[in-house]
C-alpha cells in the first residue's frame, strides 16, 4: 500500500507542476505605449513582481516580461500594476532592527506597484518580504507613499509615525468627513481601501476596484463512497510455533459524510473537515498447534491467565466508524479545479467486532475484545468544479488490541475515495 501511495504521490505532483501553469486573459503596455492583449500566467504573488510571464495564444510559447520593458499589465477583473518611480521608506519593521529615526528614509526605485483602487484617488500597494507600503495619487499629483513608520524613542520605546493620517486628511477633502476619521485610520488595505472608496463616492467619481471577489463556500458537506485495501497482522505473546498471524490483504466497501470548513485565511486554500465514516474487515486463518496467552475477569474481579493450545480456525470480524479529523490545503489549477493535500488524525469507534479463535481442548470460540488506537491519515486528491472529488489516502497502523495485555495487531488501509458534495 505505501508503494501505490508514493506512487500516486510522486504522479499528482508532477502533474500539478505542470498544471499550474495556468494563463488567464490579460494585457501589457510596452514602453511604446502599445497595448498588447496577451495570456498572463496567474501566480498568486505574495510580494509585487518584478517580471512575469505571457503568449499571445493558447499554442504559442510562454515569453518574459518585466520591469524594463512594460508600464502596465493585468490580468482582466482581477489585477493590475503600474510601473512608477517612487520613494520608498524600506524601514525594517521587526523590534530589533528598528530605526532610532522618526522621519521616513526614502529611496528612489522603479516598482511594479498593484492597484487596488482607481477613483478620484487612486490607491497603491506594495509588498516584499515582510514590508507592506501604500502609494497613492491625487489629480495631476506624482504617486507618492502614505508614510508609516516606527522608531526608537531617546527612552528606547517603541514610536509610531503616523504621518499618512496627516498626508490623506490634507489630500481627501469631502464634507463627511470629520477629524477623527483619520485620526483612528490604520494602515492597512481594509481602513485605505475605504476611505479612498468613501472619498470618490463624496466626489460623485466612478471607481474601479482591481481585486477578485472571490466566492467563498463556508461550508461543505460531501457523501463519500470509498474502495478500501486493509490488511491485518496479530501478534499473540504466547504464540510458539509463529509470532505473527497474518489475514493478508482485503478488499472492501465503505463510505463516509464529510462537513468541511473553510478557513478565512490565505484566499480560502485552507479547510478543516470531520468525515464519519464506516468500513470494516472481515477474514479467517487456519492455525495448527500454537499456543495462545489470554487473560479472562472473574465475576470476583480476579484476572486469571490462561495458556490455550489453538488448532484450529481464527476469525476476525472489524466492524467500526472512523471518525477522522484534518486539515486541508487547495492548490488551484485553474478556475474549475485544483488539487488538495490533507492529514488528518482519525478516531476509530469498533460496533459489534469480533476477534475469535477455537481450541483443540474446547469446541467453544474464545474472543478478544476489540478496541482501537488512533492513527493518522494522508491524502492526495483532484476537485472539480467545486462538486466532485477523487482523493487517495493513505492511513498509517493503528492497534485495534491496544488496551488488551496479550494482544497487539498491525492495521493498515489504503482508499480510493470519491466525492459528491450536497451542499
Not at 495556468?22 to 517580471?51: A, H, M
Not at 486493509?230 to 499473540?236: A, E, G, H, R, Y
Not at 487547495?330 to 479463535?357: G, V
Request: hydrophobic share 35%; proline share 2%; aromatic share 14%.
Amino acid at each position: 500500500m505505501k508503494k501505490h501511495f508514493l506512487f500516486f504521490l510522486t504522479m499528482i505532483l508532477s502533474f500539478s507542476s505542470y498544471s499550474q501553469i495556468s494563463f488567464e486573459k490579460g494585457y501589457f503596455i510596452d514602453n511604446t505605449n502599445q497595448k498588447i492583449n496577451c495570456l498572463i500566467r496567474t501566480v498568486d504573488w505574495n510580494n509585487n513582481p518584478t517580471q512575469f510571464e505571457y503568449k499571445i495564444s493558447e499554442k504559442d510559447k510562454f515569453k518574459k516580461s518585466n520591469l524594463e520593458s512594460v508600464k502596465e499589465f493585468g490580468i482582466n477583473g482581477i489585477s493590475k500594476y503600474i510601473k512608477a518611480n517612487v520613494n520608498i521608506d524600506r524601514s525594517n519593521e521587526v523590534i530589533s532592527k528598528i530605526s532610532k529615526n522618526r522621519n521616513p528614509e526614502f529611496k528612489e526605485e522603479v516598482l511594479f506597484l498593484k492597484v487596488l483602487i482607481e477613483g478620484k484617488a487612486n490607491l497603491y500597494q506594495y509588498l516584499d518580504t515582510g514590508l507592506t507600503r501604500y502609494f497613492y495619487k491625487t489629480g495631476n499629483s506624482n504617486i507618492e507613499q502614505l508614510v508609516f513608520k516606527s522608531y526608537k524613542t531617546v527612552e528606547n520605546k517603541i514610536g509610531k509615525n503616523n504621518q499618512f493620517r496627516q498626508q490623506l486628511l490634507n489630500d481627501l477633502k469631502c464634507p463627511d468627513f470629520k477629524m477623527s476619521k483619520f485620526k483612528s485610520l490604520g494602515y492597512n488595505s481594509k481602513d485605505l481601501k475605504t476611505i479612498f472608496t468613501e472619498y470618490s463616492e463624496c466626489q460623485n467619481y466612478l471607481l474601479n476596484y482591481f481585486e477578485p471577489k472571490q466566492k467563498r463556500d463556508i461550508f461543505n458537506l460531501t457523501i463519500r463512497p470509498r474502495l478500501n485495501s486493509s490488511s491485518l497482522t496479530v501478534q499473540n505473546d504466547g504464540f510458539t510455533s509463529k509470532d505473527v498471524i497474518d489475514f493478508g490483504n482485503k478488499t472492501g466497501f465503505g463510505i463516509g459524510l464529510e462537513a468541511e470548513i473553510t478557513l478565512p485565511i490565505k484566499k480560502n486554500k485552507w479547510t478543516i473537515f470531520i468525515e464519519p465514516t464506516y468500513q470494516y474487515f472481515k477474514s479467517q486463518k487456519s492455525i495448527n498447534n500454537v499456543d495462545v496467552v489470554f487473560s479472562e475477569e472473574l465475576q470476583s474481579g480476579e484476572e486469571i491467565i490462561q495458556v490455550l493450545n489453538a488448532d484450529g480456525i481464527i476469525k476476525v470480524d472489524y466492524t467500526s466508524i472512523e471518525i477522522p479529523i484534518g486539515l486541508r490545503h487547495y492548490l488551484l489549477l485553474n478556475s474549475n479545479s485544483k488539487i488538495f493535500i490533507n492529514a488528518s488524525i482519525i478516531f476509530d469507534l469498533s460496533t459489534k467486532s469480533s476477534f475469535e479463535f477455537n481450541t483443540s481442548n474446547s469446541p467453544i470460540f474464545k474472543s478478544v475484545n476489540i478496541e482501537s488506537s488512533q492513527n493518522l491519515a494522508f491524502g492526495i486528491g483532484y476537485k472539480l468544479y467545486d462538486k466532485y472529488n477523487l482523493e487517495m489516502r493513505y492511513q498509517t497502523s493503528r492497534d485495534t488490541f491496544y488496551k488488551e495485555e496479550f494482544w497487539s495487531s498491525n492495521y493498515k488501509t489504503f482508499s480510493i475515495i470519491f466525492g459528491f458534495s450536497i451542499l
